[in-house]
Every structure is written in C-alpha cells, then in structure tokens.
C-alpha cells in the first residue's frame, strides 16, 4: 500500500508558473511508473506526463515544452513543474503511482489559472 500526497496547487495567472510536488508513504524505487493526470470539472481524466523508474519520461502534446517531470528516489518525491499555464489547464492534478497491476492515487490538488 502506497499513500500519495500532493501539494503545490493554488491560483495563478494565466502565463504563471506552479510546481506540483507527489510525495510518497514509501519508497518509489520499486515503483515502475509515476505520473501526473488532471481533470476539470465535467471532462474526462487525462495524463498530462508520467516518468519510469529509469527517468523517461512521456508529456500529453498539449504540455511539450512548458511542463517537466522529474522525481527524486531518495526524496520520495515526483514533481511536475509547470510553465506558461493556461485557463484551460484549470484542474484537479492528481498524481499516480503503478506498480505491476497495482495503481495508487493521490487525494489531487486544485490549480485554477485565472486573472
């Protein structure tokens, strides 16, 4: 059992910057994916960037260039740093953690992009 917790999330204007933090009740050196997804409010979940536990790391299309995921073993800790957001980015940012057929999730975080 993995508990995960995120933090970071707030307001910020659109064009701003925030950085998500994931941290973790255990070690994440076993754990073979962490990721980031998001949902607004009515739509469907998405994954906005996940990372192996050998460092590559995937971005939705939409984040290429402006988000960065990176995550730190020894921290226990995945974080996604966030670029140039936009108003349509305003969601709830969960974070994931997949370990052969087991997935974990965190509780989210709210980040709202607004002036």
């Known amino acids: 059992q993995v508990q995960l917790v995120e933090s970071g999330g707030g307001l910020v204007q659109p064009g701003g910057s925030l950085r998500l933090s994931c941290a973790a009740s255990r070690t994440i050196f076993s754990i073979n994916v962490m990721g980031w997804y998001r949902q607004a409010p009515g739509k469907q979940r998405e994954l906005v960037a996940d990372?192996?536990?050998?460092?590559?790391?995937n971005y939705a299309d939409s984040v290429k260039g402006r988000f960065t995921i990176s995550r730190d073993n020894a921290k226990r800790t995945v974080t996604l740093q966030m670029n140039s957001l936009k108003p349509e980015e305003t969601a709830v940012y969960y974070c994931?953690?997949?370990?052969?057929?087991?997935?974990?999730w965190g509780q989210g975080t709210q980040v709202t992009v607004s002036s």
């Open positions: 994931n953690a997949v370990y052969g057929v087991d997935s974990y």
């Open positions: 990372i192996t536990n050998g460092g590559r790391t």
